[in-house]
């Protein structure tokens, strides 16, 4: 597992107009070849008059299966393009498809280039890019005395609590990044005397959008 990528977490669309040329750009989330086949074929028949769609999609972790389509246009006029627009913002699990209405003017292979590059561009400005994180779940349990340490030190090292818990103990849920996690365990050890029992989770991925914390 890698420690941290980008995706699309909410699709948009966007569209540029270039000498009569209209470029509906859509993109969204995919987590398979299957998802992104389907999402193509779904924007095909909502286009159906329209003459090229074209596409690009990035799928796995580690970016393990891309493709791209001109469908029709001039080799590495349109697919290539879209596909440079996603790689060079880091966005992995991510399909983008263009539709071209032709508007009568022939724009040559560089207007081609800039207009499905920049359709794409336009989409992404409308959509919701999150940087998934890997993180693991640890759960710290203490006296209440140690409470308020263990509160500073998370707040202090922008530790995320999932959860809190209070009986005749306090326990806590935090989500660590796992680049941090032998740091944090031996400051919450270190900051309670040694009192505070941590119990390693699971690793799990995570993000923010717009503010809120998103599990994966």
């Given at each position: 597992?890698?420690?941290?990528?980008?995706?699309?977490?909410?699709?948009?669309d966007g569209?540029?107009?270039?000498?009569?040329?209209?470029?509906?750009?859509?993109?969204?989330?995919?987590?398979?070849?299957?998802?992104?086949?389907?999402?193509?074929?779904?924007?095909?028949?909502?286009?159906?008059?329209?003459?090229?769609?074209?596409?690009?999609?990035?799928?796995?972790?580690?970016?393990?299966?891309?493709?791209?389509?001109?469908?029709?246009?001039?080799?590495?006029?349109?697919?290539?393009?879209?596909?440079?627009?996603?790689?060079?913002?880091?966005?992995?699990?991510?399909?983008?498809?263009?539709?071209?209405?032709?508007?009568?003017?022939?724009?040559?292979?560089?207007?081609?280039?800039?207009?499905?590059?920049?359709?794409?561009?336009?989409?992404?400005?409308?959509?919701?890019?999150?940087e998934k994180?890997?993180?693991?779940?640890?759960?710290?349990?203490?006296d209440y005395?140690?409470?308020?340490?263990?509160?500073?030190?998370?707040?202090?090292?922008?530790?995320?609590?999932?959860?809190?818990?209070?009986?005749?103990?306090?326990?806590?849920?935090?989500?660590?990044?796992?680049?941090?996690?032998?740091?944090?365990?031996?400051?919450?050890?270190?900051?309670?005397?040694?009192?505070?029992?941590?119990?390693?989770?699971?690793?799990?991925?995570?993000?923010?959008?717009?503010?809120?914390?998103?599990?994966?």
């Open positions: 597992m890698v420690e941290s990528y980008k995706i699309v977490y909410e699709g948009a569209e540029l107009v270039e000498k009569k040329s209209r470029f509906i750009a859509q993109i969204r989330p995919v987590a398979s070849e299957e998802e992104a086949f389907a999402f193509i074929e779904e924007v095909r028949k909502k286009y159906w008059d329209a003459r090229h769609h074209c596409y690009a999609y990035i799928i796995g972790e580690r970016a393990q299966t891309a493709r791209c389509s001109d469908d029709g246009e001039p080799s590495q006029t349109a697919g290539k393009p879209m596909m440079d627009v996603l790689a060079g913002e880091g966005l992995h699990d991510v399909c983008a498809v263009v539709t071209r209405y032709f508007g009568g003017t022939l724009l040559g292979t560089g207007g081609l280039v800039r207009a499905y590059s920049g359709a794409v561009k336009e989409a992404l400005l409308n959509c919701s890019v999150v994180k890997l993180g693991v779940q640890l759960e710290v349990t203490a005395n140690s409470v308020g340490k263990i509160q500073y030190i998370a707040a202090q090292e922008g530790i995320d609590t999932l959860e809190s818990r209070y009986s005749d103990k306090a326990e806590f849920d935090f989500l660590v990044p796992v680049a941090v996690k032998d740091s944090f365990q031996a400051k919450i050890t270190e900051g309670t005397n040694g009192r505070a029992r941590i119990r390693t989770g699971k690793e799990l991925y995570y993000g923010m959008n717009r503010g809120e914390l998103i599990v994966f």
